[in-house]
């Protein structure tokens, strides 16, 4: 019967506190996935039922709610890039991947998926810097909602969340990319692209 996480752990001493804390940022990231997903529940059926109770209001009864585009739109921002943020974790984002079908190699295409992946992780680390700085003009300039006085940047600081869990989603794909160029490299040398 093998060791458990715990007992191999135990076994190899020094490396103890190095398997909790890959235990613990194991927990966080199932933690915050778990929270993206409730949240993502929590943002989509109200804003569906608002979406809904206007265009009933606007077209039945003749008169749309007072400020209800506001709270759509709102919503659907952190709608919007949590589920990006989402989406990238899944590795489900919208892609366009016309390189399989001009390289067949497969060391080739990892290579290309690496760089791609690469590339995804740079931009996402530019968003957030951005992002970072909007966030605090944003609270400088302490902007409200005009009818609610909701300050902006409860909204906004949706895309900071978003950016960074992109960019922490992107660096994971791009560790487990390079890790099989790595791996198809040792396993088979190849000749030509």
């Not at 989509?44 to 209800?68: D, H, N, Q, S």
């Not at 978003?162 to 396993?187: K, P």
């Amino acid at each position: 019967m093998p060791p458990t996480s715990q007992e191999t752990c135990r076994l190899k001493g020094d490396r103890f506190v190095l398997c909790g804390l890959i235990r613990a940022v194991k927990g966080l990231h199932f933690g915050v996935l778990s929270g993206q997903r409730l949240l993502l529940i929590c943002l989509f059926l109200p804003l569906t039922g608002a979406m809904f109770a206007e265009v009933i209001a606007r077209y039945v009864i003749g008169k749309g709610f007072f400020a209800m585009e506001d709270f759509i739109g709102y919503t659907a921002v952190w709608l919007y890039f949590i589920g990006a943020a989402y989406a990238t974790h899944e590795r489900t984002q919208v892609k366009a991947e016309i390189v399989s079908m001009i390289f067949k190699s497969p060391r080739t295409l990892n290579i290309i998926k690496t760089l791609v992946t690469a590339i995804a992780f740079l931009v996402a680390c530019l968003m957030t810097q951005w992002s970072y700085k909007f966030v605090v003009w944003s609270i400088r300039m302490g902007e409200r909602t005009p009818v609610h006085q909701v300050p902006f940047v409860y909204f906004e600081v949706a895309i900071l969340v978003g950016s960074v869990l992109m960019a922490i989603y992107f660096l994971m794909e791009l560790i487990d990319n390079a890790r099989q160029v790595y791996r198809s490299r040792s396993s088979s040398p190849e000749k030509g692209v």
